[in-house]
């Protein structure tokens, strides 16, 4: 049986901040800190979305940039990754998907499944 690493990150942990359904609004993000990794969970096209909050570019963190239909857009120099899957939508640049994690709400509650 696999390991289960499925985190609620509203579980009161030292290294997780709180995070409720509610507090992500359609077309709002917010990242969070679990362990080493840093992730970006958003709401967009009222679909939930986590992804790894370091821009394949130049490693910018996706905080303020533009959400619309389940498409990020990287605030510093624009590219824009397909949240569902991670690929950047500007295939010439040749820029790495980025890291997605399976997220779902239970109870009120985000769900982020760090497994690799
Ligand atoms: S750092 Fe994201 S597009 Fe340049």
Redesign the pocket.
Known sequence: MPAVRAIPITMNMSDIPPLASADLAEGHGVAVQIREQSVFVCRSGGQLYAVANR?P????RFEGGKLRDGVIT?P????KFRLSTGECLYRSLGYAPLRTFPVREVDGKVLIDLSP
Do not use: I, Y
């Not at 510093?76 to 590219?79: K, S």
């Open positions: 821009c570019h130049a490693s910018s990287c510093l120099h624009g590219a």
